[in-house]
T-cell receptor, first 111, second 114 residues
Framework: DGGITQSPKYLFRKEGQNVTLSCEQN?????MYWYRQDPGQGLRLIYY???????QKGDIAEGYSVSREKKESFPLTVTSAQKNPTAFYLC??????????FGSGTRLTVV | KQEVTQIPAALSVPEGENLVLNCSFT??????LQWFRQDPGKGLTSLLL?????REQTSGRLNASLDKSSGRSTLYIAASQPGDSATYLC?????????????FGAGTTVTVRA
């Protein structure tokens, strides 16, 4: 079945550490997105990529980095510069014309 | 800038009652509107995608209507069940200078009491 796979489901980060969240899709979508979800704040766009080797900052990109070396993969790195990384992270792919598909999410906690 | 509002923020109903969830948007130049369901700690599951040329879309007990000119969509869930308890989000893509920007409502949290 086509879909989006996010891993790991739970991730713990120590202070000053970089961590990488994985997102893989087999839907043959060009565009992929990363969102952050905090309680009471809804979904906020971190980064998006419309095509391989290209990506743009979203509304809250500071402290995050991404790469898009393959069409299927769009990993997100939460760097030590992100001061409040504890949140639920969602990856999506799709297009405004035909709708979006979301992954099951990664919950990141700072320990 | 597209703003999406969902009312009510929370809803509690007894099993069997019909659910009516509202979504409004400020910019009527939309391509479509998508309804999602989110269970606690889970990702978003797409329920219905209604194109701007459509007035409504149905899937099983779910029916979504779209009135583009007035900037409103309504999701109806017939004969609610405890398994319908979740947060429901509407999302609207708007074309910016070089890409679609997806704007979300804050969601309606539904509790169906057995």
């Amino acid at each position: 079945d086509g879909g989006i796979t996010q891993s790991p489901k739970y991730l713990f980060r120590k202070e000053g550490q970089n961590v990488t969240l994985s997102c893989e899709q087999n839907l043959n979508h060009d565009a992929m997105y990363w969102y952050r979800q905090d309680p009471g704040q809804g979904l906020r766009l971190i980064y998006y990529s419309q095509i391989v080797n290209d990506f743009q900052k979203g509304d809250i990109a500071e402290g995050y980095s991404v790469s898009r070396e393959k069409k299927e993969s769009f990993p997100l790195t939460v760097t030590s510069a992100q001061k409040n990384p504890t949140a639920f992270y969602l990856c999506a792919s799709g297009t405004g014309g035909y709708g979006y598909t979301f992954g099951s999410g990664t919950r990141l906690t700072v320990v | 800038k597209q703003e999406v509002t969902q009312i009510p923020a929370a809803l509690s109903v007894p099993e069997g009652e019909n659910l009516v969830l509202n979504c409004s948007f400020t910019d009527s130049a939309i391509y479509n509107l998508q309804w999602f369901r989110q269970d606690p700690g889970k990702g978003l599951t797409s329920l219905l995608l209604i194109q701007s040329s459509q007035r409504e879309q149905t899937s099983g007990r779910l029916n979504a209507s779209l009135d583009k000119s007035s900037g409103r969509s309504t999701l109806y869930i017939a004969a609610s069940q405890p398994g319908d308890s979740a947060t429901y989000l509407c999302a609207v893509p708007t074309w910016t200078s070089n890409d679609y920007k997806l704007s979300f409502g804050a969601g309606t949290t539904v509790t169906v009491r057995a």
